[in-house]
């Protein structure tokens, strides 16, 4: 099982980006997937979650309403839309995924890394002007 982020780079306040996770090996159209961000000497902090079916989507204090997360089953893949990027986003992104299918969470479940088996490698994204 694989989890490929892609998508990071170098942009400047108030750019955008779109992160993209391409599962392999496994569907995880029926589990929950989420994204998290670790800025360097900082603990991984969680960004933003999504359900199984999408209708559900949690996120971070810090992004909701600059952040969109979106899931594509058909291609196994979750997106991480990011607008009016801000100096404090730059981190290494990563997507994860639940190891547990179509199974129901609290708000609190989704947030936690703990809920996540599998792990991508991470993503570069830096903001700076």
């Known amino acids: 099982v694989q989890l490929q982020a892609s998508g990071g780079g170098q942009v400047q306040p108030g750019d955008s980006l779109r992160l993209a996770c391409a599962a392999s090996?496994?569907?995880?159209?029926?589990?929950?997937m989420g994204w998290f961000r670790q800025a360097p000497g900082k603990e991984r902090d969680f960004v933003a979650a999504?359900?199984?079916?999408?209708?559900?989507?949690y996120y971070g204090g810090s992004v909701k309403g600059r952040f969109t997360i979106s899931r594509d089953n058909a291609k196994n893949t979750v997106y991480l839309q990011m607008n009016s990027l801000k100096l404090e986003d730059t981190a290494v992104y990563y997507c994860?995924?639940?190891?547990?299918?179509?199974?129901?969470?609290?708000?609190?479940?989704?947030?936690?890394?703990?809920?996540?088996?599998?792990w991508g490698q991470g993503t570069q994204v830096t903001v700076s002007s």
């Open positions: 090996g496994r569907r995880f159209s029926d589990n929950v």
């Open positions: 994860a995924a639940d190891e547990r299918r179509r199974t129901t969470y609290t708000e609190g479940d989704y947030k936690r890394r703990g809920l996540y088996e599998y």
């Open positions: 999504i359900s199984w079916s999408g209708g559900i989507t």
